[in-house]
């Protein structure tokens, strides 16, 4: 089945403590990017890959990191997370000329206290 | 500035009627992508329906239909016979083909359909 893997579902964790939300793609999709998803502002982007190796930031890149080692993974890394990033996140991949939109991770609720 | 705006945080719909979600979009691109997407109480976002710049016919996919007027930059999302099943938040997004193809999403519409 075509999907896009996140994991973990749910995290709690404190304020400091460096955590990876996992993202992986079984489609061969060169495009993959990060949202988070906060009550009234919608989704916004955090990072993005065009492809292996190359990365760029989105709109809210604060206090996050990637990397595309590897076309299917592009995982998420939160070096020092803080309450305010505290959010629903999105990883989804799509082609590059994907008319069909992106595929959508099932989401990582974090909560950092 | 944004590029794609939702007017309606919330609606409500009777079961069986139609219902009309709007979205207007900002870009200077020719070549751009118009997409919808739904996400249920459980969260996931679940792809509606695509509208291309270049398409000159009204997309649609079963129950959903895409209202594009590109002169007025608005792509409103029409929803027939709704069902109860449709409550949902849905989200506008635009794709710019030549700006680094990022998915610009509006904040999102809040829709309570009633038997």
């Known amino acids: 089945e075509a999907q896009v893997t996140q994991n973990p579902r749910y995290l709690i964790t404190v304020t400091g403590k460096k955590l990876t939300v996992t993202c992986s793609q079984n489609m061969n999709h060169e495009y993959m990017s990060w949202y988070r998803q906060d009550p009234g502002l919608g989704l916004r982007q955090i990072y993005y890959s065009m492809n292996v190796e190359v990365t760029d930031k989105g709109d809210v890149p604060e206090g996050y990191k990637v990397s595309r080692k590897e076309k299917r993974n592009f995982p998420l890394i939160l070096e020092s997370p803080s309450p305010n990033q505290t959010s629903l996140y999105f990883c989804?991949?799509?082609?590059?000329?994907?008319?069909?939109?992106?595929?959508f991770g099932s989401g990582t609720r974090l909560t950092v206290v | 500035a944004q590029k794609i705006t939702q007017t309606q945080p919330g609606m409500f719909v009777q079961e069986k009627e139609a219902v009309t979600l709007d979205c207007t979009y900002d870009t200077s691109d020719q070549s751009y992508g118009l997409f919808w997407y739904k996400q249920p109480s459980s969260g996931e976002m679940i792809f509606l329906i695509y509208?291309?710049?270049?398409?000159?016919q009204n997309a649609t996919e079963g129950r959903y239909s895409l209202n594009f007027q590109k002169a007025r930059k608005s792509a409103n999302l029409v929803i027939s016979a709704s069902q109860l099943g449709d409550s949902a938040m849905y989200f506008c997004a635009m794709r710019e083909w030549n700006s680094g193809y990022a998915l610009n999403f509006g904040k999102g519409t809040s829709l309570l359909v009633t038997p």
């Open positions: 989804a991949s799509s082609l590059r000329q994907g008319v069909d939109g992106y595929t």
């Open positions: 509208q291309g710049s270049y398409d000159e």
